[in-house]
């Protein structure tokens, strides 16, 4: 991998890409605290939304089901590895004022850089064609919408979004918030329907077991789909638009809202995820009944607890579907711009994203096979941001007293190893048919 020099040997000089303060400190803040607090507030939920998109909805569903409440504690650890990545992301864009594939615009090769870029599109079009197949079945649940057209009103829905982000961010994230809450309000109302058992619920999110070895392969999948690539990128620009103060201190406060952020962010996600096998093992699996599709989920879930659950499914899951889909359209955004800086209009970037989910659907292939397949692609891509960020996140002249301390490194390196070989596990029970 060949690193230009005059980058590693030099102190660069970052400014933020929203405003140019010369320096000058950030006003006096709000008196009133909580509202100091809620404008660092956004760039962790937009983020949050990869971890509770609906490929989270079929695994996690088709694991309690199958196993019951044994396999929560795979959520606990892959949310406690995703809070630790995200944080450094955020870090890394703070510190320098870049995303993270601006940033190896700047420390690799030219030649490296456009390998990046395309494993990186592969990845956020893999993503999002398994977020834009969750939000078509939910309006084909919902409203009984053809596929197709679903496809094509997905999509219009999603350039919606994506388009209030030309009148601020924070706007976009106000729009990923509220649809946060409503997949969590719609499995609140299911955890007080389905009624778990929370003893149990407890033990297994505590202490790790692994019932057999189907049970391995949708612990693998459950892991390795958790941590997602795109939003690894998308992070490291969320944070900008509030990067004001370039002083130390500042980054500094900008650095410990954002930790806040992520663990609000990502612990809610985490409620999600959790909710959604804790649903699934306290109707399905008490019943004997196995739930490998989100149709047949959803179709279940009436007779044993009413309409009500069932309709918040299927909002739930559009939802999901509607969200991840402008984060990955966002992210997509951020992956051309920064590794080779190509000047491509945003709507027409949007439209690259999104074409492959849309030809799927239009093609009318089985939507199960497509997500197994974006999976395939994303466990290739997922070690490169993370090889990428501990790299540039390690050194001192790009990133001054941010840099990772040695004990951060190992920890990103032994979490990298990791998702790095139960990937390889994953796609070894995929193509040996096993998965």
């Not at 650890?77 to 864009?93: P, R």
């Not at 189907?214 to 892991?223: F, H, K, N, S, Y």
Request: with cysteine; charged share 10%; net charge neutral.
């Amino acid at each position: 991998m060949q690193i230009k020099e005059s980058a590693l040997d030099m102190d660069l000089e970052f400014t933020c890409p929203r405003t140019i303060m010369q320096n000058k400190p950030v006003e006096a803040s709000p008196k009133n605290k909580a509202l100091k607090f809620m404008r660092f507030l956004g760039p962790a939920f937009v983020v949050s939304v990869a971890y509770i998109d609906p490929g989270n909805f079929a695994t996690n569903i088709s694991g309690g089901s199958k196993f019951n409440y044994a396999l929560i504690w795979v959520i606990l650890w892959s949310n406690l590895m995703a809070i630790f990545l995200q944080t450094m992301s955020a870090k890394l864009g703070i510190a320098t004022g870049h995303s993270l594939p601006e940033m190896c615009a700047k420390v690799f090769s030219k030649k490296v850089n456009w390998f990046f870029w395309v494993v990186a599109e592969i990845g956020a079009m893999a993503t999002d064609l398994a977020e834009f197949l969750g939000g078509t079945l939910g309006l084909y649940l919902l409203f009984h919408i053809p596929m197709l057209y679903a496809g094509l009103l997905t999509g219009l829905l999603t350039f919606m979004i994506c388009y209030i982000e030309k009148y601020g961010q924070k706007y976009v994230e106000v729009i990923i918030t509220i649809l946060i809450a409503i997949i969590s309000g719609a499995y609140l109302m299911e955890l007080f329907l389905a009624k778990p058992d929370w003893a149990q619920v407890g033990i297994h999110t505590l202490i790790p077991s692994l019932p057999n070895g189907e049970a391995v392969t949708i612990a693998v999948g459950m892991l390795g789909a958790t941590v997602m690539p795109h939003v690894i990128y998308l992070h490291s620009q969320l944070v900008q638009y509030r990067c004001e103060d370039t002083s130390d201190e500042g980054k500094l406060h900008h650095l410990k809202m954002e930790k806040i952020d992520i663990i609000i962010a990502m612990n809610i996600a985490f409620f999600v995820n959790a909710a959604m096998l804790v649903v699934s093992a306290a109707v399905f699996f008490r019943n004997g009944m196995v739930v490998d599709t989100m149709e047949q989920a959803h179709q279940s879930l009436q007779p044993l607890l009413g309409s009500l659950s069932s309709g918040a499914f299927g909002i739930a899951l559009l939802a999901s579907g509607l969200s991840s889909s402008a984060v990955g359209t966002m992210a997509g955004q951020t992956i051309m711009k920064g590794f080779v800086n190509i000047s491509i209009p945003v709507n027409l970037r949007r439209l690259i994203t999104m074409l492959p989910a849309l030809i799927i659907i239009a093609l009318g292939i089985n939507p199960l096979d497509a997500l197994v397949l974006s999976q395939v692609a994303l466990s290739f891509i997922l070690p490169l941001p993370i090889i990428q960020m501990l790299v540039i996140a390690g050194k001192k002249q790009l990133m001054g007293n941010f840099a990772n301390k040695i004990w951060v490194q190992i920890v990103g390196m032994a979490i990298a190893s990791v998702i790095i070989v139960l990937n390889a596990v994953l796609l070894y029970l995929t193509f040996t048919g096993q998965a």
